[in-house]
């Protein structure tokens, strides 16, 4: 059974429905990363499982328990806000021992957590320091171990690094993955950015119009798309359609294309991302070979991104330098067998 179930969820807010028939899990110790542009419902499902909302149908279970109902206070779960939301009165210390005090932790215990936290995030010492006084990945810190320091059952993080410079972002999410790893503490991170969330999750949500398109492993979603919208999310740029002519594949202008895997359908698309296609004059001999014209040149420091029309449609290629070719060049590209990626829709 997992940790965590989200059963045919709806929510919104009035008329607003943002969340249809909506569901999820979570298993113990995974670090799940709900993706995805703005407006898709993840912030909303965050919301729902923190208990600051409740969905109009469908129920909640966490470790068996039915928590639909059960409001924020009484779930354990710890939540890290993109804005920090610290209390600037008040110095490091009483900010991470907030929750203890809360909870009427004994004195001695409550420093001795307060002080392994700190130790843990790497504050030591920076106790009797106030939040006006500290960096902004100083102050994220000291959030993260005021959410931990009350052994969650669960740790949220909403888009917790988006305030940070992009140095700052790698440096705290490596933290972050190494302190749940450490630990071994269940988590659930929404963001928008794609490389922060397949570097630090065991598996992500892709998350379009209220409804989760593919979950899986970060290797599983960026090698196996299976839908159009994840395949461009995830960096794919050309699309082509293909249908099975008795023992193989063709183009829709009767190319024959060889693939590694065969697709149920008789008809499908198939995509291929711009690195992995090959170019070269128009009188190679390359593997799934597609004549075409070079309608634009782009350079990109160590690679060239080429623009090229061809009868199955415009393709974006990006190669070394090594090879130039200059805006209406006879070319052919050349769709390596083991790249090209069969799609659903």
């Avoid at 993840?42 to 208990?51: D, F, Q, S, Y």
């Avoid at 931990?148 to 410079?165: A, C, G, K, T, Y």
Wanted: hydrophobic share 40%; glycine share 8%.
């Amino acid at each position: 059974m997992a940790l965590l179930e989200l059963q045919h969820i709806t929510a919104g807010y009035g008329k607003n429905i943002i969340l249809r028939d909506f569901n999820l899990e979570v298993e113990k110790g995974d670090f799940v990363s709900l993706l995805g542009s703005s407006g898709c419902g993840k912030t909303t499902t965050l919301r729902l499982i923190a208990g600051f909302s409740e969905p109009e149908e469908g129920k909640l279970v966490f470790s068996g328990r039915d928590i639909t109902h059960v409001p924020l206070h009484k779930r354990n779960f710890g939540f890290v806000f993109q804005s920090y939301a610290l209390f600037p009165h008040m110095t490091v210390y009483d900010n991470v021992a907030f929750g203890l005090k809360m909870r009427r932790v004994p004195k001695d215990e409550m420093r001795r957590r307060v002080l392994e936290m700190l130790e843990l995030v790497d504050l030591k010492g920076f106790e009797d320091r106030y939040p006006r006084e500290m960096s902004g990945g100083q102050r994220q810190r000291v959030a993260l171990a005021r959410a931990m320091v009350i052994r969650p059952d669960l740790m949220l993080f909403d888009e917790p690094l988006s305030n940070l410079d992009a140095k700052l972002r790698v440096k705290m999410r490596v933290e972050i993955r190494r302190i749940q790893q450490e630990l071994g503490f269940t988590a659930i991170y929404v963001t928008h950015d794609q490389e922060e969330c397949f570097a630090i999750s065991d598996k992500v949500a892709i998350m379009n119009q209220g409804v989760i398109e593919q979950m899986g492993t970060p290797a599983e979603i960026f090698n196996g798309p299976r839908t159009e919208f994840i395949a461009r999310f995830v960096g794919f740029e050309n699309f082509f359609t293909i249908t099975r002519q008795q023992d193989m594949w063709q183009t829709e202008s009767g190319i024959p294309v060889r693939l590694s895997s065969s697709p149920a359908r008789d008809t499908c698309k198939a995509c291929i991302r711009p690195e992995d296609v090959q170019i070269a004059g128009s009188g190679s001999q390359l593997e799934n070979g597609v004549p075409g014209l070079v309608t634009v040149a782009t350079f990109l420091g160590r690679m060239v991104q080429y623009n090229v029309r061809t009868d199955i449609g415009e393709f974006v290629v990006k190669t070394e330098q090594s090879q130039v070719y200059s805006i209406g060049s006879a070319v052919r590209l050349g769709l390596r067998e083991n790249k090209i990626i069969p799609i659903l829709s």
